[in-house]
């Protein structure tokens, strides 16, 4: 694309096709838009920038072009700079480690995009590191979609009925063996003030609607049902002596395809990173960046231990998102854990199980794509670090649910119980050396 009109030249290029006697070439509308420095991270000896625009690799590779300076004047020299996974992120190697505790500020110089356009806007953005306290409280990014929003009903059970089959409650009632643990001896939900709870309710744009506080009901739709964050807390939570912070990040109706879409999945197969993949990343810095702020007794620093991941509903019942499911939950696993710096995060998936075929030994694609991305023979590099809960076993029918809502496991408080204790026990399994 030209720089200042609307033309648009091609060439010279080998034809693809030689022996065809036609070649077709699909043009679209000009791109005389300005590359815009947008998201950094960094961590370790590594600082990753992210562009609107392919960005021109002569100057893009210079580490020259480059300056990072810590909150308080000191430099860090870069040593090297290179693309990685696309055009549009510049990655940089520092000659030193970043200091977890502190803040950074990045500096570029004569960049341009691929057509030789220069930056708009600021060319300096800030970024903090994340902490690696082992004697922190450890902390567990759980994300998703409404499923992991939650929808599980502790007190309602079957047909609208406090206390009836479906509810929590019931099972509490009915199973003490494994569910008397969750109340106190007067009946009351045990609120576990080892374990936290982080998450913003909000959609984009609406500013923030923060609930947090104790492990407890109502960290889901409404304050009387739960998600897969409950089972989940009370698994990890009985495994560790130091405290726990659960950052929740859902919404509802997202797709891993589009909404969740890494930016390794753009640069592998194209579109654009979701902007709930960029918003999940940079809830975790809202709510660690400024940690004893959230929660005044966490003032020993923290350590990210684990990701957990239930959602699966939007691509699993669009055909095209089914089929790239795996790939891009491949994608998206490497890329959280980029962005979090721990290449070996461990990882723990709850399938799309819910509404299962008449034959339950019938996977669906997504399913199938969530299961194989533990398999080690399929994916060697996550072996022992990434694990699948077949959630099947654990869909109520109609019958003995609150509700008639399939996508949304027919709102019984056991299944999302069970999902998440599940989910859990993978978690601990993957950390436990």
Do not use: C
Not at 1 to 20: C, D, I, M, V, Y
Not at 316 to 325: E, H
Request: charged residues 15%.
């Amino acid at each position: 694309a030209h720089a200042t009109e609307k033309r648009t030249t091609f060439g010279p290029f080998p034809n693809p096709f030689p022996t065809a006697d036609t070649l077709f070439v699909q043009v679209g509308p000009p791109d005389l838009e300005d590359p815009i420095l947008g998201r950094v991270w960094g961590n370790g000896t590594t600082i990753s920038l992210n562009f609107s625009e392919a960005m021109a690799a002569g100057v893009g590779t210079d580490p020259a072009n480059f300056s990072v300076v810590k909150d308080g004047g000191s430099a860090v020299a870069v040593v090297a700079a290179g693309f990685s996974p696309g055009t549009d992120t510049i990655v940089l190697t520092t000659a030193t480690p970043l200091d977890p505790s502190a803040a950074y500020t990045v500096t570029t110089s004569n960049l341009t995009d691929v057509a030789g356009r220069s930056l708009s806007g600021s060319n300096a953005a800030g970024f903090r590191t994340w902490d690696d306290n082992p004697a922190g409280v450890k902390v567990f990014v759980l994300a998703g979609q409404s499923n992991m929003v939650g929808y599980g009903q502790s007190e309602q059970g079957n047909g609208g009925v406090n206390g009836a089959i479906g509810s929590l409650r019931y099972e509490v009632n009915n199973d003490p063996a494994n569910y008397g643990q969750l109340v106190d001896g007067g009946g009351n939900w045990i609120s576990r003030s080892d374990v936290k709870v982080w998450w913003n309710k909000a959609q984009p744009g609406q500013g923030d609607n923060i609930v947090k506080g104790d492990l407890d009901i109502g960290f889901a739709s409404n304050s009387s049902r739960i998600g897969p964050e409950y089972g989940f807390g009370w698994r990890v939570g009985d495994t560790y002596t130091e405290d726990v912070l659960l950052i929740k990040t859902a919404w509802g109706g997202k797709s891993l395809h589009v909404d969740f879409r890494p930016p390794s999945a753009v640069a592998n197969r194209g579109g654009e990173v979701g902007p709930f993949y960029t918003l999940m990343i940079d809830q975790i810095h809202q709510v660690l960046d400024d940690l004893q702020t959230e929660f005044g007794s966490f003032t020993n620093g923290y350590q990210i231990v684990g990701f957990g991941w239930h959602q699966g509903w939007n691509d699993r019942i669009t055909g095209a998102y089914a089929t790239d499911y795996e790939v891009n939950l491949v994608d998206l696993i490497n890329d959280v854990r980029l962005e979090l710096g721990n290449p070996a995060l461990p990882v723990s998936i709850g399938t799309t199980g819910m509404e299962p075929n008449a034959n339950p030994s019938i996977l669906n694609a997504v399913e199938e794509a969530q299961l194989a991305v533990a398999d080690s023979m399929l994916h060697p590099g996550f072996a022992g670090t990434v694990d699948t809960v077949d959630t099947r076993s654990f869909w109520r029918v109609t019958a003995v649910s609150p509700a008639n809502q399939g996508f949304h496991w027919n709102q019984n408080g056991e299944t999302y119980f069970l999902i998440g204790d599940a989910m859990g026990a993978n978690m601990v399994d993957l950390l436990t050396p």
